[in-house]
DNA sequence: CGGATTCTTGAGAGCTGTCAATCGTTGTGG
DNA sequence: CCACAACGATTGACAGCTCTCAAGAATCCG
């Protein structure tokens, strides 16, 4: 098969004891290289000869079916180390979607450097088994999830900030197409959903490419399902009844 | 965050040279367990105390939403480890479909072993890359695919013996409702779906739970989409049209 | 200001989910 | 051996959600 990692997020939650040198390290020497908003770092089906550090900015990873059809498969931020690989090609297309600034590292020499220093390599093992997680995560919503539900994730999702922390304040970089694809759904979908949620008071737009949060708990209980609680050990042999996530806020 | 891979496949697709002792020689000298259909190896919120090779049989990777909803994260099958883990709590439960036989190995004796040989440790990193790329595709089946296409991706997945070739003959082991929970649909879609198939002669059942492709390209072109084909290196910036990946064998 | 792009909104169709009934198989017990 | 229950699978009718197609509004940018 194959393999080739997105984005290899900065385990922010969960920080590595900075005893030691991190990944990061390794970029810290190479030149600023600057993005404009809409270029392209690197096309799929391109040699993999680099790995990037985002220092600035925001990305999208893009895969292109063969009947055309385009999805996202996730968005690089700042931390994000990206073009981690054991292919020799990319796999997916990466472009800037705000003006974006990364350092650069030749694959050979970043390999080079993993295999000297062994504590890069558990800290590159731990960030690819995040990244995994955040994969099934991914596979989990949009498999089973309504459009309400996946619109309320993915705002819960840029509420974040770089420390993890949500906050009111949410800014949308992206457009509305790259929403879709990252989603799952069309641009018409997401526009009507959001359009929902700004009708139920639960958000405001704020600007053009920003919103607030005003009923942060009805987000988050629209993004339901099983955010943040991993076991809950349930012995069920039979199968649940289904129900419908979104009564709560159908009401309000 | 977190994360626990649910499967390492092995990587028949890509042998490794065999000069080295692989992951599964770890496994070699542990006694046979055997787990009847049905029967649970661990449950998700159990301590993540074992890892666990399959010898014969296949099993289930279940992950339980807070509302009920039921999720198959992945089909085990001989050869897969399974119980990888950086987490000390399983984050899936595991079922047998079939009789299963495995081998158990602790948790602590396996990190001991990957962190003496450093070879074993290139492997569980390429496996996890493997099954990185296999839980990425399975959200791009997921997130952009008619039901048509997922029974069809499906099929193929199960048509492919031990070694990776397409065999007609295709045993089907798991429930309709399995299948449902795997592909992100219902139990009832999943059965219009193979009988739409068999109507159109792609398919044909030759027992309960086995059935002969009889039209392999048709179903390979239902499947559709970048089968195989990775890297095209399309730069199209505005959006494709949107195509039905089905009427080819609609008028069938 | 004008054109291009993005976003919103509407109407309608299609697909899939839901609910429900039936069929076929399997397994148990009389 | 048959009756019956239990279970899984199939099929039908219908509703609801999302997609599609289309038009219009809002925003951006020269």
Redesign the pocket.
């Known amino acids: 098969m194959s393999l080739q990692v997105v984005a290899i997020r900065d385990a922010r939650e969960a920080p590595i004891p900075l005893s030691q040198p991190g990944l990061s390290s390794l970029f810290d020497r190479q030149p600023l290289e600057r993005f404009d908003a809409g270029s392209a770092v690197f096309w799929e089906g391109d040699d993999a000869a680099h790995l990037f550090q985002v220092t600035a900015g925001i990305l999208r990873a893009v895969r292109l079916l063969s009947d055309g059809r385009r999805i996202i498969v996730g968005f690089l931020r700042p931390g994000d180390l990206l073009g981690v690989s054991l292919k020799d090609r990319y796999l997916y297309t990466v472009e800037a979607i705000t003006p974006v600034a990364l350092r650069r590292l030749s694959r050979r020499r970043f390999e080079e450097e993993i295999r000297r220093q062994p504590q890069l390599r558990d800290q590159l093992f731990s960030r690819l088994c995040d990244e995994m997680t955040a994969a099934q995560d991914q596979t989990v919503l949009l498999s089973r999830r ?3 539900e996946k619109v309320a994730n993915f705002l819960l999702m840029m509420s974040r900030d770089e420390f993890g922390n949500c906050t009111r304040i949410v800014d949308i970089p992206m ?3 790259d929403m879709a694809d990252y989603l ?9 959903t ?2 929902k949620l700004t009708n139920s008071g639960i958000i405001t737009a704020t600007g ?1 490419r920003s919103m607030m949060v005003l009923k942060m708990d009805a987000l988050r209980s629209l993004a339901d399902g099983d955010n943040g609680e991993t076991g809950c050990c349930q012995r069920v042999r039979d199968m649940p009844p ?1 129900r ?1 996530g979104l009564t709560v806020w159908k009401s309000a």
Chains 1, 2 share one sequence.
């Open positions: 309504s459009a309400d457009t509305r197409l799952g759904m069309t641009i018409e979908t997401v526009s009507r959001i359009t053009r289904h419908d």
